[in-house]
């Protein structure tokens, strides 16, 4: 493969465009636009079909290998907190906590921690029924208290795992799961508080609706598990990987303890524990099997466009796009700000933070050193700068938006004006913190 700059860089944005066009325009599913970016991109650089082919089979399998078990098993966490009533537990013991006054607020971290292992479109919808009862007491805006939970639910979408793009991401760049877990939850926080106050701040501007469609919930059905049966599912595994990070930090000795914090700390074991503690808080055992396999469906959906995103991600390492980008550019001057606004074009083009971060990751692979983020700290910060592109702009074309739209009946300009907006500022925050940090351990 012989390929010019010029020629790698039109059909690297080919690629790129492919995907978006089939996406947005076509509603085609992300995995086809991937994989048919994978052939755009490969032929146009003169990679012959069948290499193209073994590139993209090469790099969906390392990926699985790496990821599947992971994914499966932190779907499986939040479907089983959703269906064992867990989630509604968190929240009222978290809304209990705070208070009427602060009630908005209240939302905000419960969408922060019951968005920790739920993706945060099924976590909305699950929490919905509790932000229109308080709603309805506060007689508050629906606005300010719908996007207060929305963002905090976003916050963590796209800064920690096990949620599928920030994962496949730091899968890509060979972040430590825990390291990135531990980073994420402290840069969420302010995430989560900007797009709170945006909330309250532009939310409150729209009339209280006291019409909201959907029926106040019921008390419950007495089955809920405890407080504490309902977090440690959550709570567990993320100890166990932040142990294992700290541990590796330490000069502690080996021996059987640090094997065993090694061990349980494993993200595939740790995650594992969190399942088995989910699996002992249903009470209707019968419904076990159900539960199981609808987490491995919704795990399949989103493996695939993670796999086709390593075969993109192998087809664009052939092309030697670093060694071309490093020739061309002084990428050191952009630095950590180019993983940011790669991320945040493809999430503003196409919608979807999980395709964004996927592709992004394998253009800003082999662009690493050149960027200066050749370390393991700069690997850590270009995955967290990707997932602060992926929170902007959520409009229109972002599945998530219409599901905090329909499901709490918030008219489309109120929608852009107060949770499109607090996208674009949590995004610029995150940002920012990050810049910092990389001022400090890079």
């Known amino acids: 493969m012989n390929a010019s700059f010029a020629q790698v860089i039109l059909f690297l944005i080919a690629g790129i465009a492919s995907i978006v066009l089939l996406t947005v325009r076509f509603k085609v599913h992300p995995f086809f636009a991937l994989l048919i970016a994978c052939f755009v991109t490969g032929l146009g650089v003169q990679i012959p079909f069948l290499e193209v082919l073994n590139l993209v089979k090469t790099g969906f399998g390392e990926t699985m290998s790496k990821l599947a078990i992971i994914i499966v098993l932190g779907t499986a966490i939040g479907v089983l907190l959703e269906k064992n009533g867990s989630t509604q537990v968190m929240a009222n013991f978290i809304l209990e906590l705070a ?15 019951v968005g920790l292992p739920i993706f945060c479109d099924s976590g909305y919808i699950v929490l919905n029924g509790i932000n229109q009862s308080i709603t309805r007491k506060a ?16 916050a963590v979408h796209c800064l920690v795992p096990p949620h599928p793009g920030v994962t496949a991401s730091a899968i890509t760049l060979d972040v430590e799961l825990g390291k990135l877990i531990g980073y994420g939850i402290f840069i969420a926080i302010p995430a989560m508080l900007i797009g709170h106050w945006w909330a309250v701040y532009a939310g409150r501007k729209s009339s209280y609706d006291p019409g909201i469609k959907n029926e106040e919930p019921g008390p419950g059905t007495g089955h809920e598990p405890s407080v504490l049966v309902s977090f440690l599912p959550v709570i567990i595994p993320i100890l166990l990987m932040a142990a294992k990070s700290i541990i590796g930090l330490t000069h502690l000795e080996d021996g059987w303890i640090k094997d065993c914090i090694f061990l349980l700390g494993d993200p595939s074991v740790a995650l594992g524990i969190g399942v088995v503690l989910a699996l002992l808080a249903v009470k209707k055992k019968k419904e076990l099997s159900h539960h199981l396999s609808a987490s491995v469906e919704k795990a399949a959906s989103i493996l695939v466009i993670i796999g086709a995103g390593g075969g993109f991600g192998a087809v664009l390492a052939a092309t030697h796009i670093g060694d ?45 050193p050149p960027l200066g983020l050749g370390s393991a700290n700069g690997h850590l910060l270009a995955v967290l ?53 990389s001022l400090v351990i890079l």
């Not at 208070?99 to 921690?113: E, K, M, Q, Y």
């Not at 007689?139 to 976003?154: D, E, K, R």
């Not at 599945?399 to 918030?410: G, M």
Request: charged share 5%.
């Open 324 to 368: 071309h980008f490093s020739n061309a550019f002084d990428l050191a001057t952009i630095g950590i700000w180019f993983p940011f606004l790669l991320t945040c074009i493809l999430k503003t083009a196409q919608g979807s933070s999980t395709v964004a971060i996927i592709t992004a990751s394998s253009i800003v692979l082999p662009l690493l």
């Open 139 to 154: 007689g508050m805006s629906v606005a300010q208290m719908s996007i207060s939970l929305a963002t905090g639910l976003l």
């Open 99 to 113: 208070g009427p006054r602060r009630a908005s607020l209240a939302l905000s971290i419960t969408g922060f921690i």
């Open 385 to 437: 700068s990707m997932g602060a592109g992926s929170m902007m702009l959520s409009h229109t074309n972002d599945a998530y938006f219409w599901v905090v739209s329909k499901f709490s009946d918030i008219g489309i300009n109120t929608m852009l004006r107060v949770h499109t907006i607090a996208s674009l500022l949590m995004g610029l925050t995150t940002m920012i913190v990050i810049y910092i940090l």
